[in-house]
């Protein structure tokens, strides 16, 4: 019989078996990962049929004979002493045979419950095996029938928007929302769609004449259709890009809206990420109050058609209005702009008022053009204010502004006159 070279046996196993698993180091908390070891079970060898047909005659045969050869000699008190211990020595003899017997079979017992537990435990690790990978199949299944959802459902909408039919584009804005809605991964990709399409080329329909004739009435209620499709595209895009004003919100996502043609363009306390407005048109009011520019925001060549306010607007990042034309009032009230401002040769055909405006960096207004005069009361300039070549109309107000760097007025006019320079503190 070998010896048994195995750790000392887990808690859950019967006394006097050892384990024939071992926990995985790379298993996280709470799992364990049952891997065969090394080590070679034990094997317990059958006893040789000569030993026992050998063994008992031969301890037989010595306690016989060690009683004959003292009945030889003789008996007396002493010998017979001697007989009973050769009777005492064949019993134990007989014993230690019995005893090692029963050790023998209680080994056995034991290898076979090993055996039997072995079998177990692999029967059970197969099992979490097969479960395991069933579920993944399953999960797997599942994400992959979940794209194809998705993707059938955004193709589907992409294709309404491309009808010739007015409510069918709207059905598929409204699906499009759903499925923003309900799968946060697709927001940036569906407000990507919805600028696209605000991108698309379109003429606001003028008023019909008297004498309209059936096409210039049908083409004049197919403008009317696409301008109420592209408010609900307007309604759709910037809802959700306001965090406090009810509509679920969809993050600071990025707008490419580079030569839209925007109405009653809505941004009232949005949060965006970068914006991108070069080019675009904007008919009617414009509002970005109290709206946040996290990233770049890029106005230029934008053409503002009335007023427009950024009251208590907030830039992050670089604000570009260079060549932008603001031909109704242009509120930047108590604005902040935390990097460069830049509004150089933009043109303000009516007022453009930046009280109490906060430019923490440099401030380019050069070759500006100011119709109707600009107001710049209490605002601070933190940075470098730059008019250059800037032109003032009608009057310019800097009651109480704080200039931190350098003021440049060099070439600036006020009604054709020379602006004079400002001291710097």
Known sequence: MT????????????????????????????????????????????????????????????????????????????????????????????????????IRRQRSTELDLLAKYEAHELAERTAANTLAHQEQVASDARADAAARRITELYTKAVEQLGSDKAPVRLGGLYALERLAQDNESQRQT??????????????????????????????????????????????????????????????????????????????VEARIGSSTFRYATFTGVAVFYQAAFIDHAVFDMADFTDTATFFKATFSRIARFEEANFNGIAVFDETVFARKALFRRASFAEYAIFNETTFEHSALFTDAAFASGGKFNNAVFNGNANFTGATFTH???????????????????????????????
């Open 190 to 267: 569906i407000v990507n769609v919805l600028c696209a399409y605000l991108r698309m080329p379109y003429e606001l329909p003028e008023p019909l004449p008297d004498d309209a004739d059936t096409d210039q009435r049908e083409q004049h209620r197919a403008l009317v259709q696409e301008r109420e499709v592209r408010l609900t595209a307007q309604r759709i895009l910037t809802g959700h890009l306001k965090p406090d004003r009810g509509e679920p919100y969809w993050g600071e996502r990025d707008l490419d809206l580079t030569g839209a043609k925007l109405i009653d363009f809505d941004l």
């Open 395 to 425: 009057n310019a107000e800097f009651n109480s502004t704080t200039f931190a760097s350098d003021a440049v007025f060099n070439e600036a006019t006020l009604d054709g006159k020379p602006i004079l320079p400002l001291e710097s503190p």
């Open 3 to 102: 010896d048994d070279p195995r750790p000392p046996a887990a808690s859950s196993l019967p006394l006097g078996l050892t384990s024939p698993v071992r926990r995985s180091a790379e298993a996280g908390p709470g799992s364990v990962t049952l891997t065969t070891t090394c080590e070679v079970r034990p094997v317990l060898r059958p006893i040789p049929g000569w030993v026992i047909t050998l063994g008992i005659p031969v301890m037989l045969l010595v306690a016989v004979g060690a009683v004959w050869l003292m009945l030889g000699i003789g008996i007396d008190s002493t010998k017979l002493e001697v007989i009973r211990t050769g009777g005492t020595l064949g019993v134990g003899l007989g014993g230690v045979l019995v005893l090692w017997l029963g």
